[in-house]
């Protein structure tokens, strides 16, 4: 079975600074990968999402992620943060090709951007 | 489009009563999931129906955890007796047939007492 890793709990940054979130998954197979986020008070929404391809996939709002297929790793990233983005960002993974969209869930960041 | 409804949007319940939750999906979107989010955790995914059928189960807590979809469209989850673990979000989600966007509902946020 597949699994997901998010290193940080919480991340605090000020408005203009970089972001990368940091997202390790763990499957034998090929995947496909996503990032979805939830606002204060809103659903769950995706941001972006790999199947194949170039493996730097962009996204809404300015964000983007790379898949590093040697690593395992589907990292999220945003050059400027606004605190709009204040929001849980998740990330998931489902195997892809299996005729199977179930998709299992990291534990979540929650970023808090200070003006 | 309209998005993906639930209700009730919070209940509040006594350990060993029962509850239930409702969701109607988007229009057209033949695939329905429902997730159990534990305050802290990623949503966990309980049932996964394809039309009115059951394509896999394998997390739902079937002594307690019963969910349909008899008409292929709107779905119940149900649960009985509550225990105090159960105290959760639970998501509805659901896609047009294969593709792998998932698309949320608002959760129905479940404490258990």
């Known amino acids: 079975a597949q699994s997901v890793s998010q290193h940080n709990h919480h991340v605090i940054l000020s408005e203009a600074a970089s972001l990368e979130l940091g997202c390790n998954y763990s499957y034998g197979g090929t995947v496909n990968l996503f990032w979805y986020v939830q606002y204060p008070g809103q659903h769950l929404q995706l941001l972006l999402k790999?199947?194949?391809?170039?493996?730097l996939v962009k996204g809404i709002k300015g964000f983007e992620a790379e898949f590093i297929k040697s690593k395992f790793s589907f990292n999220l990233r945003k050059p400027s943060v606004q605190w709009s983005d204040t929001a849980e960002y998740f990330c998931a993974v489902t195997p892809s090709g299996a005729g199977s969209y179930q998709l299992t869930f990291g534990k979540g960041t929650k970023l808090s951007v200070i003006p | 489009e309209a998005g993906v409804a639930q209700s009730p949007r919070y209940k509040i319940i006594e350990k060993r009563q029962s509850v239930a939750f409702w969701c109607n999906p988007i229009?057209?979107?033949?695939?329905l999931y429902w997730y159990q989010q534990i305050l802290g955790q990623g949503p966990k995914l309980l049932i996964q129906f394809q039309n009115n059928g059951v394509v896999d189960d394998s997390q739902l807590p079937k002594d307690r955890f019963s969910a349909e979809r008899l008409k292929g469209v709107d779905s119940t989850l149900k649960i009985q007796p509550a225990k105090l673990e159960d105290s959760a979000v639970y998501l509805c989600a659901s896609s047009k047939e294969a593709s792998t966007t998932q698309y949320f509902g608002p959760g129905t946020r479940l404490l258990v007492l």
């Open positions: 790999y199947f194949s391809g170039d493996p």
């Open positions: 229009s057209g979107h033949a695939t």
